[in-house]
Every structure is written in structure tokens, then in C-alpha cells.
């Protein structure tokens, strides 16, 4: 008598191997992620605008939770006053910020979370023994940014 075997597919061969390798793909393609807390009402910002907003730096630690940077422009945040800062995406601004504000909108508050390969990335900033803010290596920063004005070209000098 001739014993069949379960026949076993090629595709049930390599499912395991496409299983875990499709997880692990998902886990490094980290992205910009825009979380609005209050929605905005005026013009978005685009890469030719200047926009003031108030902004609080934010360290995202792997297990969800948040370690203050010690930088804001928001007195209620530690601040020295409250001092918005005016911008132009792409200028002089890390590419995670550049991504994220552009899909925000004047009067908009989020949370900007950016992955460290569209930070820093290795390199640390500000000082590890106090006096300011710091920002360690390959850390994902998460930003409270609230854009308070969106003026339609960078150089005009009412905001």
C-alpha cells in the first residue's frame, strides 16, 4: 500500500519567509506622521510660504512615552516668553519638520511625530549636562507645533 503525503505548495513553503519578511519591511519604513489636535481654518502652509507658529521639542521614547527636549517657544512650556518662531519649509529645518508642516494649515495644532532618519539622525544636539535643551542620537523627536500665521511668500515682513 502506497502512503500519500500532504501535499505542501511552494507558496506554503515560502509564506513564513514572506510573513516575516513583510513585518520587517513594515517596521523599518518609518514615516512622518501629522496627529491633529485642533484643526485649522486658514491657508496651508506651502514650500513657498513664511509662517510663524509656537512649537515644543519632544523626545519619543521606543516604549510610547515622551522625554521633554527642554526647547519651546511657549512660556507655558519653559520658555523664557512666549517667542513663535517664523519659518520657510525647507529652510535650514530638518526634512521631518519640512514634511510635516506642509500638511498643516494656519490656526492647526499637531503633534509631529518624526522618525530620527528624517531628524538628526546620529548626530546629538545641545548639551547632555543641562543648560538647554538636548537631543540625543538617533532619537525620534515628537513636535507640539501650532501654526499661528501662513503668509503667502517668504520675504514679506508682516507676520
Same mark, same amino acid.
Given at each position: 500500500m502506497i502512503k500519500s %503525503?500532504?501535499?505542501r505548495s511552494l507558496f506554503h513553503i515560502l509564506l513564513p519567509f514572506f510573513r516575516s519578511t513583510i513585518v520587517i519591511a513594515f517596521s523599518l519604513a518609518k514615516e512622518v506622521i501629522v496627529e491633529i489636535?485642533? #484643526? /485649522?481654518?486658514?491657508p496651508p502652509v506651502n514650500q513657498s510660504s513664511r509662517y510663524r507658529s509656537h512649537v515644543t521639542? *519632544?523626545?519619543e521614547n521606543s516604549d510610547g512615552t515622551r522625554t521633554p527636549s527642554g526647547w519651546s %517657544?511657549?512660556?507655558?512650556?519653559? #520658555?523664557?516668553?512666549? #517667542? =513663535?518662531?517664523a519659518f520657510q519649509p525647507g529652510v535650514n529645518l530638518i526634512e521631518g519638520w519640512t514634511e510635516g508642516v506642509l500638511? +498643516?494649515?494656519? /490656526?492647526?495644532?499637531?503633534?509631529?511625530?518624526? =522618525? @530620527?532618519?528624517k531628524g538628526y539622525g546620529a548626530q546629538? +544636539? &545641545? @548639551? =547632555?549636562? /543641562? &543648560?538647554?535643551? *538636548?537631543? =540625543? @542620537?538617533n532619537s525620534d523627536l515628537l513636535f507640539d507645533i501650532e501654526i499661528l500665521g501662513v503668509e503667502g511668500e517668504y520675504g514679506k515682513q508682516d507676520l
Open positions: %503525503t500532504p501535499h489636535q485642533s #484643526a /485649522g481654518r486658514g521639542l *519632544y523626545i %517657544t511657549r512660556e507655558s512650556d519653559g #520658555a523664557d516668553r512666549d #517667542a =513663535p518662531f500638511k +498643516m494649515r494656519e /490656526g492647526e495644532r499637531s503633534w509631529l511625530h518624526v =522618525p @530620527s532618519d546629538s +544636539m &545641545g @548639551s =547632555p549636562n /543641562g &543648560g538647554g535643551f *538636548y537631543i =540625543p @542620537s
